[in-house]
């Protein structure tokens, strides 16, 4: 039943590619959000560039995650990285773009029938949020914070999930969790943005969305035969830190979509936060009695970079090393007090994106400044003396958290009565690297 599966998906994709000339024709007339494009090449070199940056993270993703678990596991770990590269860009040109920027259906998500296979991305038009950048530029960018949220669930369920389940339910989570979420967050008339909640680069759209998935998975999957495997390659971890921590300037500075102060300004709070929280996280486990570790700085830098991302552009340099700060505790004190017996979350998604997520979403309801982005108004954060942004920000958390949580659990669901989520205790012991693959270190 797989092959034919396999067989149809590919066939269809192939056609309809081949043959989409004739049933999908170019408008004439730009869609309410699309505007003429006003070409900087500044902005345009600096997007292509951020683009291309973005899209190492995953790849460093999958060296950070397959450096931590087991040495049967290393290759399946880092595979799924490297598939979410492979699936989500195609159902991103397919059908996802048009359900993230696609005109509104109530706030809630995007019609994807005037973008199907990108018709109407134009290399000769603009996003309106982003008027001196082709629109297809734009979307591409786009797409590379799409392919990395499913990546980052897969830390969760390590070493145990079956990998055809693992692609389905990446599929089904892009399409029925992450677009509605970005839709709601950065379309102009999405939920979120008509709230005026402030997520710079992805703090509910892609580190919530993807903590929550996977406290869900983790729970739904079960515990592993065996929770102690030793790590299989720390010198992995700390490269992978190195591509996220050098990514993570495209994924940050890039959503200022322009080589402008405003890029200048998030690269450098992600630089300094990151910087903070790595610092943190080795002080605090020295504090608490153990050793500076390889895997404690990285954990704690990569901490550092999820818990800026949504303020990286409203926020200044010493309050991004607070953020830093305050965020790297708070996870590691998670870390620690997780209870790892009850539930197996094995690389500590949860406690790192998921709660560091919710950290740097929080803070920016604290300390986003009309002095370094317009965009904040009057509305500034909690220590200007207003609590009207941290109220919607924590609004926004509390019902992004309820969302992702449960619909990521329904899906789990979903997929495991459709094929099974979970490897045998057999495959699991002799490891997903030959039982999924046939390939091994």
């Not at 207003?386 to 899906?411: E, G, M």
């Amino acid at each position: 039943m797989r092959k034919i599966i396999l067989s149809v998906t590919l066939i269809t994709i192939l056609v309809l590619s081949i043959f989409s000339i004739h049933f999908l024709t170019e408008s004439s007339k730009l869609g309410a959000h699309v505007v003429e494009l006003k070409t900087d090449t500044g902005d345009t070199a600096w997007m292509i560039v951020a683009t291309a940056l973005v899209l190492l993270m995953t790849p460093g993703l999958g060296f950070f995650y397959g450096g931590m678990v087991g040495k049967k596991n290393v290759i399946s770990t880092m595979l799924q990285s490297y598939m979410a590269m492979v699936i989500v860009t195609i159902l991103w040109v397919v059908i996802g773009f048009g359900l993230c920027f696609g005109p509104s259906i109530g706030g809630f998500i995007g019609d994807p029938s005037s973008n199907l296979f990108f018709n109407g991305v134009s290399a000769n038009t603009a996003w309106e949020l982003a008027p001196t950048i082709p629109m297809i530029l734009f979307a591409l960018f786009q797409a590379k914070f799409a392919i990395i949220t499913p990546a980052l669930i897969t830390g969760a369920f390590a070493e145990r999930v079956r990998f055809w389940a693992y692609l389905l339910f990446m599929v089904l989570f892009i399409l029925f969790i992450y677009a509605p979420l970005c839709h709601m967050t950065w379309h102009p008339d999405g939920l979120f943005f008509g709230w005026g909640v402030l997520d710079f680069a992805g703090g509910t759209v892609v580190h919530m969305s993807a903590g929550w998935a996977a406290l869900a998975g983790a729970i739904f999957l079960g515990k592993r035969k065996v929770q102690k495997a030793n790590p299989a390659r720390i010198t992995y971890v700390l490269l992978g830190t190195g591509l996220l921590w050098f990514g993570w300037f495209g994924f940050n500075a890039g959503s200022a979509v322009g080589a402008g102060s405003l890029a200048a300004q998030a690269l450098g709070t992600t630089t300094v936060a990151a910087a903070a929280a790595a610092m943190a996280w080795v002080f605090l486990d020295k504090i608490l009695g153990h050793k500076l570790s390889a895997m404690g700085a990285s954990i704690g830098a990569v901490v550092g970079l999820v818990a800026i991302t949504p303020a990286a552009g409203f926020v200044s340099i010493p309050h991004a090393m607070a953020i830093g700060i305050i965020a790297s505790i708070v996870s590691n004190l998670v870390v620690s007090k997780f209870p790892k017996g009850k539930i197996d979350d094995a690389l500590d998604v949860f406690a790192c994106h998921g709660v560091g997520g919710m950290v740097g979403m929080l803070l920016t309801g604290v300390f986003a400044s009309k002095s370094v982005n317009s965009i904040v108004g009057d509305n500034q954060g909690l220590i200007f003396g207003d609590p009207t942004l941290f109220l919607i920000q924590l609004k926004a958390l509390v019902l992004v958290s309820i969302f992702a949580f449960s619909v990521s659990y329904f899906l789990f669901f979903i997929v495991n009565k459709i094929t099974p989520l979970r490897v045998t205790e057999e495959r699991e012991e002799l490891g997903l690297d030959i039982s999924q693959h046939g390939e091994f270190l």
